[in-house]
């Protein structure tokens, strides 16, 4: 991984005897990995503990919010993100009801699809 002010970050195998670093970041899931990617392309040394492998699954269904997004692009990722489909909100289904809502407006939310 390299990070946006082109450091490179290593990733460090297991060293079950020793383990320094500046922050410890338990739980890989996207808020720790997100935290992680800014503190590291900060300069910060960060370990990650994750008891699962990688890749796994997304609970909610691989959907993401346009704020996941933006934090995506805000770390790089734009065009790894731009050949995947954007939807336009969100429609969730229960006791025989659904309800279908698009994201809201916002400025830094661009739509891509009107």
Same mark, same amino acid.
């Given at each position: 991984?390299?990070?946006?002010?082109?450091?490179?970050?290593?990733?460090?195998?297991?060293?079950?005897?020793?383990?320094?670093? $500046?922050?410890?970041?338990?739980?890989?899931?996207?808020?720790?990995?997100?935290? +992680?990617?800014?503190? +590291?392309?900060?300069?910060? $040394?960060?370990?990650?503990?994750?008891?699962?492998?990688?890749?796994?699954?997304?609970?909610?269904? $691989?959907?993401?919010?346009?704020?996941?997004?933006?934090?995506?692009?805000?770390?790089?990722?734009?065009?790894?993100?731009?050949?995947?489909?954007?939807?336009?909100?969100?429609?969730?289904?229960?006791?025989?009801?659904?309800? +279908?809502? $698009?994201?809201?407006?916002?400025?830094?939310?661009?739509?891509?699809?009107?």
């Amino acid at each position: 991984m390299t990070a946006p002010n082109s450091l490179a970050v290593e990733l460090q195998p297991p060293r079950p005897e020793l383990y320094q670093c $500046d922050v410890l970041v338990v739980g890989g899931g996207p808020a720790g990995a997100s935290a +992680a990617y800014w503190l +590291a392309s900060s300069g910060v $040394d960060v370990l990650v503990v994750e008891k699962k492998h990688y890749p796994r699954e997304k609970a909610c269904g $691989d959907g993401l919010t346009p704020r996941s997004v933006l934090q995506l692009e805000e770390m790089g990722l734009a065009a790894e993100l731009s050949v995947h489909h954007r939807y336009r909100g969100l429609r969730t289904s229960a006791y025989g009801r659904t309800i +279908a809502m $698009d994201w809201p407006e916002h400025p830094a939310f661009l739509r891509t699809d009107t």
